[in-house]
């Protein structure tokens, strides 16, 4: 189960995250910065539509269906965007394989916290959210270097084979989780009780902020800046992204040893901001500093992920956790839909570093709300 939901997720990250790295070739075609990271977001805009329609699909119908449904979609409007030879058409494609990938999102983060008890579920929903990193990183290794060659287009072809890889994995391993008695409809929203869930979506949100300004410009200040080639920068791209992929890992274990999600949510916070601001110092140097920052930058600001992710399912309970989690994702992902364009208009105007420096902001607006207070005890 752990590895079906896995892959699942990594391939739809792949999907989803990768037409970031067509931002160089899309430029040397013409495309300003600003539009290319408007095509580049197109697959999170279909995410936005659509998470909370599949969790609620999830909470009714179960994981094993959303997550095949979801999966074929996405290779389905995949294909067709990499055969459209039309930019507009490659956005549209993209963000219909975005409105279907968004099921894993949902379904795959269940299947994990349906079989796992809670003195291991940290670890293991690290393990699951290990599969974005881990997706962000064969995106730049792959999609990155196809496009160079061979262009946009082509490269797209890499999250199509991904997501097929991943359906068939589906449909031979995953069932649905066990659920206790009753049904959704009995079930009181965990919204009504307090302001738990909200203040971990706000969190979340503020700190989608910096992980997008990284993941998305990454690779192009190496290119731009540094003189890298794509094929290198993408080497470490993904080297960072393994290593955020780790670092999910651990932060999740951690959690299960405090029995907390939360204090090391708040400092995963506190890192965060740090990190960010001593890239934005050092990013316009001419000093190599900066680029072991990227790897930790990287690292740490998508380390959060799976603490939140775990908490909102945790007190949601199987049979609004769909939902909840739809809304932990669609806020997250309006987010992120806006951080490419918007980021780009800020690195034309003031430069990589000052846009890193500014992302720093956002995790220090988080601080107040991640709700330690409130947290119950793990059970």
């Known amino acids: 189960m752990l590895a079906a939901s896995t892959l699942a997720q990594a391939a739809t990250a792949v999907m989803i995250h990768g037409p970031a790295f067509l931002i160089p070739a899309l430029h040397e075609r013409g495309l300003s910065l600003a539009q290319a990271g408007l095509v580049a977001a197109a697959p999170m805009a279909g995410v936005v539509l659509a998470l909370v329609p599949w969790g609620l699909l999830t909470d009714r119908r179960g994981e094993r269906l959303v997550l095949l449904a979801g999966l074929v ?14 930019v507009p058409l490659l956005a549209v494609g993209l963000g219909l394989a975005g409105l279907f990938g968004a099921s894993s999102s949902v ?27 881990t997706g962000v990183g064969i995106a730049a290794v792959t999609m990155a270097v196809v496009a160079d060659a061979a262009g946009p287009y082509a490269a797209v072809w890499v999250p199509v084979a991904a997501c097929a890889i991943a359906a068939v994995l589906v449909a031979l391993v ?20 307090d302001h738990y869930l909200p203040r971990i979506h706000g969190v979340s949100v503020l700190l989608v902020v910096p992980q997008f300004v990284v993941w998305t410009f990454a690779l192009v200040w190496l ?3 540094r003189g890298w080639s794509p ?4 080497v470490l791209v993904a080297v960072a992204q393994v290593a955020g992929a780790l670092g999910r890992i651990g932060v999740g274990q951690l959690s299960d040893v405090v029995s907390s999600r939360m204090r090391p949510l708040r400092w995963v916070t506190v890192a965060a901001a740090a990190v960010m601001l001593l890239l934005g110092l050092t990013a316009g140097w001419a000093v190599p500093v900066a680029v072991p ?10 380390a959060d992920n799976g603490l939140a992710f775990t908490a909102v399912a945790e007190r949601a309970g ?14 997250q992902f309006v987010a992120a839909t806006a ?22 902001l956002f995790p220090l607006a988080a601080l107040g709300l991640v709700p330690v207070r409130h947290e119950r005890e793990l059970s």
């Open 174 to 193: 995953v069932v649905d989780p066990p659920r206790p008695a009753g049904g959704p409809t009995a079930a009181p929203s965990p919204y009504r009780a």
């Open 107 to 133: 379904a795959s983060g269940r299947v994990v916290v349906g079989w796992f008890p809670a003195g291991r579920r940290g670890l293991a929903m690290g393990i699951r959210q290990m599969s974005q990193p």
């Open 73 to 86: 979609g996405a290779a389905v409007f995949g294909a067709l965007a990499a055969l459209s030879g039309s």
């Open 231 to 234: 094929a290198a920068a993408g």
């Open 339 to 360: 951080v490419p364009p918007v980021a780009g208009l800020a690195v034309a105007a003031f430069g990589y570093s000052a846009t890193f420096a500014l992302a720093a």
């Open 318 to 331: 199987p049979f609004w956790s769909g939902r909840a989690l739809g809304v932990q994702n669609t806020a």
């Open 293 to 302: 920052l990227v790897v930790l930058a990287t690292l740490v600001t998508v």
């Open 223 to 225: 290119v731009q800046d």
